[in-house]
Each structure stands twice: as C-alpha cells, then as structure tokens.
C-alpha cells in the first residue's frame, strides 16, 4: 500500500509561493487586458458597422473555437520570436511570462467580450434611444449610459470568469514556465512524492476557487436584492 509522506511540502513552501505569484500575475493581467479588449470587441459587434463587426465576430469566434493550450503554444513559439526581433533583445532573454500574459489576454478577451456583449444587450433599449434623442454619439452613450449599468449586471459574470481563467492557468506548463502547478509538479518530481504535491496543489486550488465562487454567489445575491427593492 502507498505510503504518503508529506514531510516535502513544507521546505517546499517558498517555492510553491512564487509560482503562486506567477499564477496571480497572469490571471490579473489577462483580467484587466481581457475585459478591455473584450469591452472593444462586443461595441464593435454591436456599432452596425458591419466591416467591424465582421472583424470582431471573426476574432470571438476564433479564440472560442480553438482549445486553450494551442493558443498558449502558437504564443510560446511565437511571441519570444517576435519580442526578441522588435525590441533586439538579447536571446537568451526569458520571455515564457510575456508570452503567456499576451496569450491568456487575447484568448480570454473572446469569451469576456460576449458577457460583455450580453450585458450590453440587457440595457433597455429606450435608455439608448433616448441618449441618441439627447444627440449623443454611439460612444457617448455606450461610455455614460450603457456600460456602467452594464458592467453592474455583469459583475458575477466576469468574477466567475477570473476563477475559470486562475484555474487555466496550470496550462503554462507547455512553455515550462514554474506557476504554482508546475511547481507543485517540479518539486513533487525532485523529492519522489509527485502524489503528495499533487494532491496538495489541488486542495488549494479548490480552496481558493470555492471561497472566491461562495463570494460571487454572495455578491450576486445582494446585487439581486438591491435590484428587487
């Protein structure tokens, strides 16, 4: 019978730290970069421009249809190829982390821009007629009136989508690069108890995305009565 031995994890702590920093970091960038471009792309579905609404549609339906960890490779070989050329940087640079963050933001823009697009789309539609009556612009009336009630409908969403993308974010183990899963493997690999660090990285995992998703549901709830009253 297996015999657990835990006794690794502890040394091992200072480690698992940092590749939980880089995890952190990723899932906040790809966040703030996600929700940006994602918040350009459905005003672009929705401008009736359709050239731009074509590209837009286009790019959503790119990234959703393409698996994760294939866009995280196209990125790892790509991207330092490409930074290291424009920016003449030395080769031996490390840019796993760069590539990463730019793949995690692009590929998570597709699926923040269609909450983003619903969200948009659950403004009354006579707030928007009677911002355009005001002679407001298209912009004018997505930046003042639209998203700031958009984004308050939106919130639980876009909160659940951050757990998903924290969650994701073990996939950087195809460029190598040490977050918290792959350090938990790596030392897990060193020491012979890859059982034990498994397990371990998968509690946390669950604690940290059960008490975030208890918040969201928490915060939905009041949103939800604030609504109703």
């Not at 994760?68 to 190829?81: A, D, E, K, R």
């Not at 933001?105 to 597709?110: Q, R, V």
């Not at 009136?145 to 989508?161: D, E, G, Y």
Request: with cysteine; hydrophobic share 55%.
């Amino acid at each position: 019978m297996y015999e657990f031995d835990w006794s690794s994890i502890p040394g091992a702590l200072p480690f698992l730290w940092d590749g939980m920093k880089v995890s952190l970091e990723i899932t906040l960038q790809a966040v703030v970069i996600g929700i940006a471009w994602g918040t350009v792309l459905a005003m672009l579905r929705l401008s009736g421009r359709q050239p731009f609404a074509w590209l837009a549609a286009a790019y959503v339906n790119l990234f959703r249809s393409i698996p994760l960890v294939m866009v995280l490779l196209w990125f790892f070989l790509i991207v330092p190829q490409l930074l290291k050329g424009f920016f003449n940087l030395d080769p031996n640079t490390d840019v796993r982390l760069a590539s990463a963050m730019v793949g995690f933001a692009l590929f998570e823009s597709a699926y923040y821009s269609e909450i983003i697009r619903a969200g948009i789309q659950s403004v009354a539609k006579g707030q928007v007629a009677a911002a355009y009556a005001l002679g407001m612009t298209y912009g004018q009336t997505m930046r003042l009136v639209v998203l700031p009630q958009a984004f308050r409908n939106m919130i639980p969403l876009l909160l659940t989508q951050a757990i998903v993308l924290f969650q994701d974010t073990s996939l950087v183990y195809v460029s190598a690069l040490a977050d918290f899963f792959g350090a938990a493997y790596k030392v897990g690999d060193r020491d012979g108890r890859l059982v034990e660090l498994l397990l371990f990285a998968g509690a946390v995992y669950f604690v940290l995305c059960f008490s975030a998703s208890q918040l969201v549901r928490h915060y939905h709830k009041k949103l939800n009565a604030h609504i109703a009253h």
